[in-house]
């Protein structure tokens, strides 16, 4: 990676910016002093003229904005010269590093720690053979492996120490390559600001005339974006740098990332905005984020999903993640802006409540995303659910058979007989409906609802406006009745009075329950039966 560090070389470049940044605090507040004057001049009409009223236009147009700007990113960098400082500390005691040297003399330890503890192993194994426990080729033996267990532990040390090093340079970097990269900016737009402003043509009016020069530096420094970063010294980011370097490493060596690993990534890239990242990162993510937005490898994957050895449960629970990052990475904007106004806001989120900010917020969301029927994909989804399903019945029926072939009664024709095959409505009715219940039960695969998309995104992808007026239990309830429908294959009704009933267990409140079977619904909420039907119907009109 090329990355040096030299402890000498650091604090001379921390001297040097705090001394100019003393200069600069000083140049820059009799500058804006200097304007407030001119200005407060200017309106009190202690100076006047064409040409006054002119330079008072590009002042307050052009120059103050640019000096305010200015003292904004030199209090940025004195802000990120702190944080340099405490970064600076973890590794300045080792004087000068070199990553590049230590990762070469790591893979060199590691070579000789392993040529020692196959010399330790002979010597072991040539010990357990030895009868005679006092001959002298026993007590020489066992001198040189008191010795190689002395080497083994000299070199774990190093290595050990080597590992520190290597795991504080690398810390280093992340956090300080975060640094003085937006300051930096505004102070190279402003020297071009200042080098343009001096080829400004006055004329005896007082007009000014900027022909021929690039002004574009003006709306570039005001739309560059301020942030302070300071120095994360916590464990939780110390892991995640952790798991980002094994994650590097995997990609330079050409390997594949699994769905955690990305995420692992992609969180990282995400925390730190102003780092400039390799080309192979950076690639990886749009590549990813592209094959995720894709319907046809949207379809590859639940594919490969369905065919896996996993369990019917993990199958769903992947299946519906398939789902929330095809729709994810589709309205990726539209979800991160959600989330940038959403996490800044003090309070809890209701998207149902009548707070003007929230429902501002949630409309913005509903205005952004694709119109792409969300229905449609939900039944899609449901339909995968339900494949899962096929699936482990024929696994089942294929064992029976397989049993009933083998060990046949007598007149038993080997065959299962339809009335009680596996999957069936009566048959396995019971085993059924508890399969289902475990996946629609709070906190399960198919409670939409309450589904955490991710750690650095904790909302649901599920429960937000996809159309006009939706609720936020919509898509959870229209799942129930569509899954419901074809994993139970029982009446709508049942189907209704089922959900109905875990309502009722949800809100532990039995005079609630009643209260609404005596006014003839289903006990669950206002409107969640008429959403279930619409997933049953749905279901219906599919498998006509």
């Known amino acids: 990676m090329g990355v040096k560090y030299s402890a000498q070389e650091s604090q001379e470049l921390i001297q040097a910016m705090t001394n100019n940044l003393q200069v600069a605090n000083e140049v820059t507040d009799r500058l804006s002093s200097g304007c407030d004057h001119l200005i407060s001049s200017l309106d009190s009409g202690e100076l006047t003229g064409a040409a006054y009223t002119a330079g008072k236009g590009l002042f307050i147009e052009i120059i103050i904005p640019s000096i305010k700007k200015l003292q904004a990113a030199i209090d940025d960098i004195q802000l990120e010269l702190t944080s340099y400082k405490h970064a600076d500390a973890q590794v300045s005691g080792y004087g000068d590093l070199d990553l590049d040297q230590l990762k070469e003399l790591k893979k060199l330890r590691e070579e000789q720690l392993a040529i020692v503890e196959a010399q330790i192993q002979v010597r072991e194994n040539w010990l357990n053979q030895i009868t005679d426990l006092f001959s002298l080729n026993w007590g020489k033996a066992f001198s040189e492996k008191t010795i190689l267990y002395n080497t083994k532990f000299q070199i774990e040390s190093g290595i050990q120490d080597l590992d520190n090093k290597i795991e504080k340079l690398e810390f280093f970097v992340s956090q300080v390559s975060q640094y003085f990269n937006d300051s930096l900016e505004v102070l190279g737009l402003a020297i071009k600001g200042a080098t343009q402003l001096s080829k400004i043509i006055v004329d005896s009016d007082g007009n000014y005339y900027a022909d021929g020069l690039d002004m574009s530096w003006v709306q570039k420094m005001k739309d560059v974006k301020i942030e302070s970063a300071k120095y994360d010294s916590s464990k939780k980011a110390k892991d995640l740098h952790k798991e980002y370097q094994k994650i590097l490493d995997k ?45 046809e490898k949207l ?28 729709l ?10 959600y989330w940038r106004i959403r996490s800044a806001y003090n309070g809890k989120w209701d998207p149902y409540s009548d707070n003007p900010f929230i429902r501002e917020t949630e409309s913005i969301f509903l205005e952004s995303v ?132 875990a309502q009722g267990w949800s809100d532990k409140n039995p005079l609630k329950y009643l209260e609404n079977i005596i006014n003839g619904n289903y006990g669950d909420n206002p409107g969640d039966a008429k959403t279930i039907q619409d997933g049953i119907n749905d279901y219906k009109e599919s498998n006509k």
């Open 299 to 326: 379809k590859e994957k639940v594919e490969t999903i369905k065919k896996s050895n996993k369990t019917s449960m993990e199958k769903v629970d992947l299946i519906v993640k398939a789902y929330e990052d095809y």
């Open 370 to 501: 694709n119109r792409e029927n969300i229905r449609k994909i939900v039944a899609r989804m449901g339909d995968n659910v339900l494949d899962v399903k096929k699936i482990e019945d024929k696994k089942k029926y294929d064992l029976i058979q397989r049993g009933r072939s083998t060990w046949k009664s007598p007149g038993d024709n080997g065959l299962v007989d339809n009335a009680i095959a596996v999957g069936s409505q009566w048959g396995a009715l019971p085993a059924d409906n508890l399969n289902f219940m475990e996946l629609v039960n709070t906190g399960q695969p198919l409670d939409l609802k309450t589904r955490v998309y991710r750690e650095d995104y904790p909302f649901s992808i599920w429960s937000r406006q996809w159309e006009e007026g939706m609720e936020s239990d919509y898509l959870g309830n229209y799942l129930f009745g569509y899954v419901g429908k074809g994993y139970l294959e029982s009446s709508d009704t049942y189907l209704k009075v089922g959900a109905g009933m």
């Open 251 to 295: 990609l330079e060596n050409g390997k594949e990332l699994s769905d955690k690993e990305f995420q692992i990534l992609e969180s990282y890239v995400h925390h730190h905005p102003q780092i400039q990242f390799p080309q192979l990162v950076t690639e990886k993510l749009k590549s990813e984020a592209t094959n995720r937005a894709n319907p």
């Open 328 to 337: 994810f990475y589709n309205n990726r904007e539209a979800f991160e802006e």
